[in-house]
C-alpha cells in the first residue's frame, strides 16, 4: 500500500491481512492509476472545470451544475474540517434520501480525506449503533428528517463525537454559508479507503466493505465504459438509495465520471420512477428485477420515449421480465451480477449480447470461473461455486468472514452458476439457496422464474423446508395479483402450470401466499427469514 494521507489509521488497521487479501488485476490501460488520487478531483473537480454549467445533478424544483455542486461540497468540506474537527481517516456517517446535498455531503468527504459510511434512511437506532460501533464513526452529517433515529443512537455511539444537521433545525447550511467556495483536496493514495460499505443484509449479519479511491474509478472504467456505455447527454434515474454501492455507482460516479447528469428521487416506487422518466426526459434506468416488474404493467400510460438504456441489478433477473420489459418498451434489459465485496457488476452483457436466462460474461478488466468444493475450475455445462478477481475485491473490515470469501486469490460470492459453452454464465441460486430433495438439487431461484409466468403471481419466494421424508421440500411463498384470493385450487393450479414449465419433480409441494415478503432495504429477498420461520416451526 501506499504513503497514506490518513492521520487516522483505524481503517487500515483493520484491513484483513494481506496474505487474506482477493488477488487484484489491472489488466486494462484504464486502470494503471496514479500513486496519489483522490476521486473527487476526477469525478467532481475537473468536469467542473471543463463544464462548470453543466447540469449535474438534478432533483424536484432544483438543479445544480457541476460548478454548483463543487461549490456546495467544497464549503461543507470546510464545515468537515474547520467546524468539526475532521482529519484524514476519521470515518462520516452520511444519513439522507438520494437527494443533491447527499452528494455535496459525500463528495465533501472525500475531499476532505474522511471516510463516507452513508447509511439506509430507514435504518433504526439499533441498526445504526451497530454501524457506527463496527466501524468506529466519529462524525456525522444527517438530513434534520432522519434526525430521530440517530439522536435515540447517539447515547449508544460513544465514538461519535460530531453531529451536524440540516433542514429543518439544522445548521448545516448557515455553517456553508461562512465558507470559501475553494477547497484543496486532501493528497489522498489511491489506495486510501475512501467508503465502508455495509452489506444489505440478506443473511442477517451486515458486513463493513472497504473500498478504496481507486476502487471508485475503477468500477466507472470497467462496466461503465463497456457495457453502460453512456454518453455525457445521457440523463441517469435510479431507485437504489446511495448507501447502497449499486446506487452509488448508478447515480453518481458513472454519470459524473463522464460529464452527465443525475436525477435524485427521495422516493423512487416504481410509480413514482416511471412518472419521474418522462418528467426529466431521462435515458438511463437504474433498478431492481422486482421493480421492472412491478413497472411493466403500467409502462404503457407513460411517455418513455426518452429511455435508451435499462440497467437490472441487485437480485437475479428472471427471463419472463427480461421478456416482459423488452415486449412493453422494447428495450433490452441490462443485467449484471455485482456485490457490495466487488463494490460493483462484474459479469454482465451489452444490449447486442444479452442472452435470456443467462447473466452474461465477465465485465472487461474481470476474470470469473466455476469451482468445486475443492476450488477446482468445472467444465461447461456445470454447477459450481461462482468465483472472480478483478481491479476491486473484498476486504471486510475486522470480520472473520473474509477467510469464507477469499479463497485462494477468488472472491467465493456465495453464488452458484454453470458457464454453458459460450462462455455466458448462467445463475442458479445463491449457495444457501439449492434446496436438496429426495437427492435432486434444485435451485429455487429456477422455481420462482416459474411460477412468475403465472399470471396469478405477483411475487414469490422459494425455499427449502425441512421434510422427514425427503430431507427438505421446495415451498413456495406467493404474492397474488392484486384482487386475487388464495385457494386450494389455485394451489393445485399454480403447482401443475410449474410442472409444465419445468421439471415435475422441482414443483413446490408446499404453497403459502402472503400479503408480502421479506426484503432488504434496496429490495433484495430475504429467504433466510422464510427458512429460519420453517426451521422454528418444526421445533
Known sequence: MGYSAHLDSFARDNLPPKAQWPELIFSLPELEYPERLNCASELLDQMAAQHPDQPCVRANGLCWTYGELLEQANRMAQVLTQEMGLVPGNRVLLRAPNNPLLVAAWFAVMKAGGIAVTTMPLLRAKELTEVVTKAQVSHALCDGRLREELDNALP??????QVVYWGEGGSLEALMAGKSEFFQNVDTASDDPAIIAFTSGTTGKPKGCVHFHRDLLAICD???????RASPEDVFI???PLAFTYGLGGLVLFPMRIGAQSVLLERASP???????????ASVVFTSPTAYRAMAPLAQQYDLSSLKKCVSAGEPLPASTRRLWKELTGIELIDGIGATEMLHIFISHTEEAARPGATGKPVPGYQACVLDEAGNPL??????????KGPTGCRYLADERQRNYVQNGWNITGDTYLVDEQGYFVYQARSDD???SAGYN????????ALLLHPAVAECAVVGVPDPERGQIVKAYVVLQPGLNP???LVKDLQDFVKQKIAPYKYPRAIEFRSSLPRTQTGKLQRYLLRKEAEEKRV
Open 156 to 161: 449508544n455511539c460513544p465514538t461519535l463525537k
Open 222 to 228: 470497467t462496466f461503465g465504459k463497456y457495457i453502460l
Open 238 to 240: 435510479g431507485s437504489p
Open 434 to 436: 439449492m434446496i436438496i
Open 442 to 449: 434444485i435451485a429455487g431461484p429456477e422455481v420462482e422464474d
Open 487 to 489: 385457494s386450494a385450487e
Open 379 to 388: 467444465p461447461p455445462g456445470q454447477i459450481g461455486r461462482l468465483a472472480v
Open 271 to 281: 410509480e413514482l420512477l416511471l412518472a419521474a422518466i418522462p418528467e426529466f426526459k
